[in-house]
């Protein structure tokens, strides 16, 4: 069956600090989305990204989607404590269901003040 | 703006027992989806429902049930509860109208079983 590996699984940064989570998936991929969850909250979605090559921005969040379609980033810039959570990509196949997403198994992003 | 509601938002359950969950989606969403998400894991797909149809089946136990109604709601019904169906239970909704698919998730009914 399809896997999605995301890495890393825990990342720690000083307040000020870049910091990138890598998805990689075993299949081609008709869009990939990612989420934000909070401590103690529920999955928020950030973006979806549908294009070979996409790369889209919101504020400090930079998402990008690889050419071939398997592999996504998504990297912030000076992070904030207010970054604080567990970000998920979650793939949709390529010819597979519209109503099935395959998430990572996250990023915990940790932000010290 | 209207979100994902689901009730109740916290159940303890002993072994062997049922469990009935609710989700409401947001008001004009097509689909509804359910996940488990054990602590510190990626949430788990279970199943999906498109229009009142079951659109997609993931590793849902067969000790587990669900249906979406007329009005679009939807129940997971779980049966002969075990200690390791102890996890967060998340709905989540959907429109295809612009076939973005974007998942609209609910806050979630934590399960406990004793």
């Known amino acids: 069956g399809q896997q999605v590996m995301q890495i890393p699984q825990y990342q720690h940064v000083q307040e000020g600090e870049d910091f990138t989570t890598y998805c990689n998936s075993s299949t081609t991929l008709s869009n990939i989305q990612w989420y934000k969850q909070r401590p103690g909250g529920h999955p928020v979605f950030l973006i979806q990204l549908v294009k070979s090559g996409e790369v889209k921005k919101q504020k400090r969040l930079t998402f990008q989607f690889g050419e071939a379609k398997k592999n996504s980033s998504l990297h912030i810039t000076a992070t904030q404590t207010t970054d604080v959570g567990t970000y998920f990509c979650a793939g949709r196949r390529r010819g597979g269901s519209n109503y099935k997403l395959t998430f990572g198994k996250g990023t915990l992003l940790t932000v010290n003040p | 703006a209207a979100g994902v509601i689901q009730s109740p938002r916290h159940l303890i359950k002993e072994k062997r027992e049922t469990a009935t969950l609710k989700c409401y989606p947001i008001?004009?969403?097509?689909?509804v989806y359910w996940y488990q998400q054990g602590p510190g894991q990626d949430p788990q797909f279970l199943i999906s429902?498109?229009?009142?149809?079951?659109?997609d089946k993931g590793s849902i136990p067969d000790r587990f049930s669900a249906q979406q109604f007329s009005d679009y709601h939807s129940e997971l019904n779980m049966s002969s509860l075990e200690l390791g169906d102890s996890a967060l239970y998340f709905c989540a909704s959907s429109s295809s109208q612009w076939g973005s698919y974007e998942q609209y998730f609910g806050p979630g009914t934590r399960l406990t079983v004793t």
């Open positions: 008001p004009r969403h097509d689909t």
């Open positions: 429902f498109y229009e009142k149809m079951q659109s």
